[in-house]
């Protein structure tokens, strides 16, 4: 009899395959020997070249991170846009800060000195600063700010950045605030004024300043030299003083002065970059130092006079006090793809802040907000009808002592201390009245 089990059991077809097919449709053995996936390609590393290759990728991340430069590739185009829709939503009204009845543009330069100086002294980030200008421009855009309030405005201001950009340790405290304004106002009032400031604003401090915006400019695909951002830097401090630049976003302003601190430096044009709103700081920035380079502020001048800012002031002025000047090119033409003409025109939504809803309340002063109604604005040195006349000139208090303790190690060892005229000789004296024993 023939035995024929083991020819059986060879022919049977097996309803468990031995080798479990691909999910892929390509087996391991075919891939292997396919040319599209040659032998080298598939690298097998170790746990420890694993460990190491992290470590050193994430140090390169590390360095650069200690220079402003931050990692994002995969959502640049949604924070751009994210911070674009930001500073329309949080800009100021100029037309509203002309109607106040005390403060004059001409008093903002020197309450931006004061603010310099104080931001220079705590050793801020720059992100506080232009967002101090911001939360007051934004403030008095909406309120009626009396002359004897408008250092007041900018301190709490101020303190409401440190708190919002800055690391705890460096945070001015009220007694330093106090200290500095010579004890014109009492501890109560900045706090209060704090209070005041943010139920105006409503709570609103995501603004995407021109800091944010420079640094995002120049950590791009090309990475500008350290003294091209210090003396955009210098230009950028120049717009936080005059009314012609409070129109403009914080992007145009960082644009604007990137694109005269290339100039200046020497580098090459972008041509297609600059927009026309650009080429209007640019031109405001370069009238301005060309023809008033000797009125600029001290402080800002002395800040930005030493090796640590690459000496971007003395730079800057000197280009402009030998009668140089931004020139102007044309931009390069390029055939274009015929427009319709019967295409509706788009138009720009206006900004929240520019609306006429917001002005709905008729500008209440700032004193007879009932939130902001207690002692410390309606006690017997603040009730004197005379303080809320008009006023021809702005004068903050500032304390001289303080300003001359400036940090040792901020800056290089030959640092110079303030001594400016303007802000020192002109101390307002305290309206509380002697208290009579």
């Known amino acids: 009899m023939k035995d024929v089990s083991n020819s059986n059991r060879a022919t049977r077809p097996s309803a468990y395959p031995k080798k479990k097919p691909s999910p892929y449709g390509v087996s391991k053995s075919s891939r292997r020997q396919s040319p599209l996936y040659p032998a080298h390609s598939?690298?097998?590393?170790?746990?420890?070249?694993?460990?190491?290759?992290?470590?050193?990728?994430?140090?390169?991340?590390?360095?650069?991170?200690?220079?402003?430069?931050?990692?994002?590739?995969?959502?640049?185009?949604?924070?751009?846009?994210?911070?674009?829709?930001?500073?329309?939503?949080?800009?100021?009204?100029?037309?509203?800060?002309?109607?106040?009845?005390?403060?004059?543009?001409?008093?903002?330069p020197c309450l931006v000195d004061f603010l310099v100086e104080l931001h220079f002294l705590f050793r801020l980030r720059p992100e506080t600063l232009y967002l101090t200008l911001n939360i007051i421009d934004r403030y008095v855009s909406k309120r009626v700010v009396?002359?004897?309030?408008?250092?007041?405005?900018?301190?709490?201001?101020?303190?409401?950045a440190a708190k919002f950009e800055d690391a705890k340790e460096r945070v001015p405290t009220v007694h330093d605030l106090a200290q500095m304004c010579q004890e014109t106002y009492d501890e109560s009032a900045f706090i209060q004024m704090e209070g005041h400031v943010l139920s105006t604003i409503q709570w609103a401090l995501g603004h995407p300043t021109a800091e944010s915006w420079l640094r995002i400019f120049c950590c791009g695909p090309i990475v500008e030299d350290q003294k091209v951002q210090h003396v955009a830097r210098f230009l950028m401090e120049i717009t936080l003083f005059y009314r012609e630049f409070c129109q403009y976003p914080s992007s145009a302003i960082a644009l604007g002065a990137l694109t005269l601190a290339r100039?200046?430096?020497?580098?090459?044009?972008?041509?297609?970059?600059?927009?026309?709103?650009?080429?209007?700081?640019?031109?405001?920035?370069?009238?301005?130092?060309?023809?008033?380079?000797?009125?600029?502020?001290?402080?800002?001048?002395?800040?930005?006079?030493?090796?640590?800012?690459?000496?971007?002031?003395?730079?800057?002025?000197?280009?402009?006090?030998?009668?140089?000047?931004?020139?102007?090119?044309?931009?390069?033409?390029?055939?274009m793809t015929p427009v319709r003409t019967h295409s509706p025109k788009v138009c720009t939504p206006m900004s929240v802040s520019t609306t006429v809803s917001d002005m709905s309340d008729d500008m209440p002063a700032t004193p007879t907000s009932p939130v902001f109604s207690s002692d410390a604005f309606t006690s017997s040195y603040m009730s004197d009808d005379k303080e809320n006349l008009p006023s021809p000139k702005f004068e903050p208090a500032i304390n001289k002592q303080m300003i001359e303790q400036v940090p040792e190690q901020f800056l290089p060892h030959d640092f110079v201390k303030y001594q400016r005229q303007a802000l020192h000789n002109l101390n307002v004296a305290s309206p509380r009245p002697a208290v009579v024993s």
Not at 146 to 160: D, E, M, N, P, T
Not at 290 to 315: D, G, I, M, P, Q
């Open 42 to 108: 598939v690298v097998r590393k170790t746990p420890r070249a694993a460990r190491a290759e992290q470590r050193q990728r994430y140090a390169q991340i590390s360095a650069l991170r200690r220079e402003g430069i931050y990692l994002e590739e995969e959502y640049h185009d949604e924070i751009r846009a994210y911070m674009h829709e930001m500073e329309r939503q949080t800009m100021c009204s100029i037309a509203s800060m002309d109607q106040q009845p005390e403060i004059r543009w001409h008093m903002r």
């Open 146 to 160: 009396y002359v004897k309030h408008y250092q007041l405005v900018g301190c709490a201001a101020l303190w409401i």
């Open 263 to 335: 100039f200046l430096c020497g580098k090459g044009r972008r041509i297609f970059e600059e927009t026309e709103e650009c080429l209007e700081i640019v031109e405001h920035l370069d009238n301005r130092l060309a023809k008033h380079a000797n009125e600029l502020s001290e402080t800002l001048v002395k800040k930005y006079s030493y090796a640590f800012y690459s000496k971007a002031a003395t730079f800057v002025l000197q280009f402009y006090l030998q009668g140089g000047r931004f020139q102007r090119q044309s931009p390069i033409s390029l055939p």
